[in-house]
C-alpha cells in the first residue's frame, strides 16, 4: 500500500486475536490527517486497534502502515508518535515533572533538553502548578493530563489517544478538546478513542464507528448519515401553532408521524427524509405565519448514528 500525503494509517485485512477471543476482525480502513475520532463501546477493540497502529502488539493477520512505516519492531517509527493510554502506569513516586522528563531522555534527549521539553509539555496541559507532587497523590483528572504531557514531549507528528478525557471534570474535558483542536491547526495528526460519542464530536467530524472489533463505517458525519436514512429522524419544534404545523406536515409522504408536547406548545416531527423536510420548513412558517421558539433535533448527533447503526 503507498501512502499519500494525506494518508497516515493505512490497513488491509487486520486481525488481531487472543486466544479464542477475537480483538479485531478483518479491518481494512485508511485514516487521513487532522483529528479522526475512534468512536465505540467499551469492549469494542479500540484498545486492540491502537495498541497494533502503535506497535504494541503484533498482528496475527493482515498488513499495517502508519506514516508510510511498518510498525511492528521499528524503533524509529517510535520516536515519531505519541500515546496516551488508557490505563494508568505510573512510578508512583516520581513527581509529574520527573517522570515526563525521564520518558524525554528515552526519546534520546540529554537532561538539560528533557527538562525544558518536560517543562513546556506540562504547561501545555496546564499542569505547571502539580509538577513537583508526587503522582500517587494526583487526582485522575491530573493522572490524564500528564500521560497527555508525556505524549507531547518529544513533539510527535502522530499522537494516539485512547480516553483521554475519562474522569476529568466538565470544564476540564472543554479545555482538553480545545488543545487537541489547537494541536491540529498546528499540524499535528490525532487519533482519539472514546465511547462518549458527543465528546468526539465536539472535536471532529471525521470518525470511524467500531464494534465487536469491526468497522462499521468510516467518513464524516454527513456521510455515515446517508446511511441511516431508511430511519425517521426526530425534529422537535416549539411554536405558537403546533395544530396548524402539524396539520400541515402530516400531510407530507416523508413524514412519518407528529406528536404534540402539550405542555410547552411543542411538536414532534418524525420524517424519513429530513433534508426535504428542513428546506421544506421555511416556506410552511412563512405562510403561515408561524412563530417558531425552538427548533433542535435529538437524531442531530453520533449518538443517535451509532445506534442506528448496531441496531
Known sequence: MKMTDRNIVQTKDLSKWYGQ???????????????????GPN??????????????????????????QTVWNNPEFNRRIGYCPDQDTFYEFMTGLEFVQFLATLHGYAAEEAEAR????????????????????????????????QALVHEPELIFLDEPL????????RKTIRLIKELAERGV?????????????????????IHRGRILAEGNISHIREL?????HKVYLRCDKPRLLGSICVGFEYVASVEFESMDDGIVIETLKPDEFYSRLPEIVVDNDIRVDQLYSPDDNLEAVFKYLVD
Do not use: C, W
Open 43 to 68: 469492549g469494542a477493540g479500540k484498545s486492540t486497534l491502537l495498541k497494533l497502529m502503535t506497535g504494541q502488539l503484533k498482528p496475527n493477520k493482515g498488513t499495517l502502515t502508519v506514516l508510510g
Open 189 to 209: 495528526n490525532i487519533i482519539v478513542s472514546s465511547h462518549i460519542l458527543h465528546e468526539v464530536e465536539a472535536m471532529t467530524n471525521t470518525i470511524l464507528l
Open 166 to 173: 475519562a474522569g476529568m471534570d466538565p470544564v476540564l474535558r
Open 118 to 149: 518536560a517543562l513546556k509539555a506540562i504547561a501545555t496541559v496546564d499542569l505547571i502548578e502539580a509538577k513537583d507532587k508526587h503522582i500517587g497523590a494526583y487526582s485522575k483528572g491530573m493522572r490524564q493530563r500528564i500521560k497527555f504531557a
Open 21 to 39: 477471543v477475537i480483538g479485531i476482525n478483518d479491518i481494512t480502513l485508511t485514516v487521513n490527517t487532522g483529528i479522526t475520532g475512534l468512536l
Open 228 to 232: 441511516i436514512d431508511e430511519h425517521p
